[in-house]
């Protein structure tokens, strides 16, 4: 019996994800080539997925944890609860506009165009300040939509800030901070489940340490 951990393939969270299963004493490879690794010394598969995709592998109980970011979650990750914040990855999902443009308050949304990879996130913010505009999902390089005049506004991951710098523009609502955090399946069985408690004993000792 092995417990299934998802994490992140490329990106942000990849490197310091393994750093932490490394410092509890899980050796696995990378993942730059294989999508799917057995740790050496403990009961436990990993297996390398876009980030996005995460969440549903965790509905469907296909892995039963998954290293991930807490904006990601808050997206798409209704049922799926959270064993251990991680403390590293830290960033906010805020709401910004074209450095030139005046902002007063968020009723300044009201009929505009918002380009995002975060729609129900935007969604929720736009639905509890009453405001009613458009959302245009994008995938990736968000920022640049203010630019080419696909949208009034954007709503993206802010970490250094320095992408909404070099795209001119202005961070001016944060909707949500973000970390990563041990995920878990809502469908973990029981036996994998005391798996779980041994890797968050050795997670916790290692948060601790590293304090
Ligand atoms: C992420 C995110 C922001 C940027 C924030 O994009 O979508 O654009 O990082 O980081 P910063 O505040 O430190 O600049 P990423 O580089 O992962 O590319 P993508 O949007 O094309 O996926
Ligand atoms: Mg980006």
Redesign the pocket.
């Known amino acids: 019996m092995k417990l299934r951990i998802a994490i992140q393939k490329s990106?942000?969270l990849n490197e310091d994800s393994l750093d932490i299963l490394k410092n509890c004493g899980v050796s696995i490879d990378n993942g730059k080539d294989q999508l799917k690794a057995s740790a050496r010394n403990f009961p436990m598969e990993v297996f390398y997925l876009r980030n996005g995709d995460i969440p549903q592998y965790l509905k469907d109980g296909v892995v039963d944890i998954a290293i991930i970011g807490e904006n990601v979650l808050f997206e798409k990750g209704e049922g799926i609860t959270v064993a251990e914040k991680l403390g590293f990855s830290k960033c906010k999902v805020s709401m910004a506009i074209p450095k030139g443009k005046q902002y007063t308050s968020f009723k300044d949304f009201e009929g505009k165009r918002i380009a995002t990879?975060y729609p129900n996130t935007v969604n929720k913010f736009l639905e509890q300040n009453g405001i009613n505009a458009d959302i245009h999902l994008i995938n990736?390089?968000?920022?640049i939509a203010p630019n080419i005049g696909l949208a009034d506004a954007i709503c993206?991951?802010?970490?250094?800030?320095?992408?909404?710098f070099k795209n001119n523009l202005k961070e001016v609502e944060v909707l949500l901070k973000s970390e990563a955090v041990l995920a878990v399946s809502p469908k973990i069985d029981n036996e994998r489940k005391v798996i779980l408690d041994k890797l968050l004993f050795r997670i916790q000792s290692v948060l601790k340490a590293r304090q």
Do not use: A, F, P
Not at 156 to 164: A, E, F, K, N, Q
């Open positions: 990106g942000r990879s990736g390089s968000v920022e993206d991951i802010v970490s250094s800030g320095s992408t909404l």
